[in-house]
């Protein structure tokens, strides 16, 4: 029913509707008293899973939150304190009024016991820049009931290795290697590639079309070092399958570290070659009295050889740590300032992180140098946007 106000009315009729105003006012504001502030606003900000079977692979679970901002809100990126959580997250900005997500999706494969991770999140609100979301839980191994069935070897593929690896795999060279394949079904079986989609594009594999009982095949897989991206480890999975009833799925795993080449050099080309100096090689940051924020620092990268050092690639151990940009090659006798943020949050005890760096000198094509710090030994969380 709507409100009104008479024309002529006494003193104190106009005092008790303004207090009766204000008393509504002030009901709403404590029913939700995030509806003054603006920023980004979580339903939940830590989620327990309870108890968790391991064979389940993974628990994924949904933070929903509300843009209460004039503006679209972006998120630029998730960042989670451990490798076993993989986010995910809206990816369209999200306009005033609307509802966004984060996804939290938790690995629980030879994890057991008790869990307890944190993720970063960053958008481009200036009201709620940050703002961090937890989940929990407690990993169990699942009871599995003894049986003594045994089931029949009905369209099975037997392969005499379920992983492959390429080390080193050179950045000049096609690598390849081969598997042996048996149909140990009863039945004339065709063989297909599931997924082929999720096969890279440096990489190839050829297979029999198709296998009678017990026939002996060869599966050959070949990665191309010259287009295979970056430096370090790489892995993809190859998924096969036969049309004979019964059939699995079966997986094999192939994986490579990819490396520089560098022809056999005299004394005189490798005196005339680029040479990378580190200037520190260790940045310690020494003891901290809380953790959460930001640590700022440099490295001082020089060429002391008589070539351009080409800086290929920088890989932190930790997505803790960002590098700014700088010039990706240096020329004889200049040095570069390479910049960094290392990013606090959750951190405890004494940490020790690598940052990988892959250049052309050909007598250490990757070198290590290192970012250290001290953190008191148990974590506190101070949530900075929460109202």
Request: aromatic content about 10%.
């Amino acid at each position: 029913m709507k409100s009104f106000i008479p024309l002529f009315h006494p003193v104190g009729s106009i005092r008790t509707f303004v207090f009766l105003l204000l008393s509504s006012v002030t009901a709403l504001q404590s029913q939700n008293p995030d509806e003054s502030k603006p920023g980004i606003y979580y339903r939940e900000r830590e989620h327990n899973f309870g108890e968790l079977q391991e064979n389940i692979h993974f628990a994924t679970h949904r933070f929903e939150f509300v843009n209460r901002t004039p503006k679209p809100v972006i998120v630029n990126r998730v960042e989670s304190s451990c490798g076993c959580t993989a986010p995910s997250w809206s990816s369209e900005p999200v306009a005033p009024g609307e509802k966004g997500f984060i996804e939290a999706r938790y690995e629980t494969t030879n994890r057991l016991g008790k869990f307890d991770k944190t993720l970063t999140v960053y958008t481009n609100s200036p009201h709620t820049p940050i703002s961090y979301l937890a989940i929990k839980g407690d990993v169990l191994r699942p009871v599995e009931p003894k049986s003594n069935y045994i089931p029949p070897a009905v369209g099975r593929l037997d392969f005499d290795k379920y992983q492959i690896s390429f080390e080193p795999l050179l950045d000049n060279q096609t690598a390849m290697k081969e598997i042996k394949v048996v149909n140990a079904s009863a039945y004339s079986s065709m063989l297909y590639l599931v997924a082929p989609e999720n096969i890279p594009p440096y990489a190839k594999i050829t297979y029999p079309k198709s296998l009678e009982p017990n026939e002996i095949g060869r599966i050959q897989i070949s990665i191309d070092g010259k287009t295979a991206p970056g430096y370090g480890f790489g892995s993809f999975e190859v998924a096969l399958q036969s049309n004979a009833p019964g059939s699995t799925l079966t997986s094999l795993q192939v994986s490579y570290v990819r490396s520089q080449y560098f022809p056999e050099l005299s004394k005189k080309q490798l005196k005339r070659a680029p040479k990378m100096l580190i200037e520190p090689v260790s940045y310690d940051f020494g003891p901290q009295t809380g953790s959460g924020g930001f640590l700022n620092g440099s490295f001082i990268l020089k060429n002391s050889g008589k070539e351009p050092l080409e800086i290929k690639q920088i890989n932190p151990d930790c997505p803790c740590i960002a590098v700014n940009d700088f010039p990706r090659t240096i020329a004889s006798g200049k040095e570069v300032e390479m910049k960094f943020k290392f990013d606090t949050v959750t951190k405890t005890g004494a940490k020790g992180i690598g940052i990988r760096i892959v250049t052309n000198d050909p007598r250490e094509p990757e070198r290590y140098i290192w970012v250290k710090a001290q953190f008191p030994a148990k974590y506190e969380y101070k949530c900075p946007t929460c109202p």
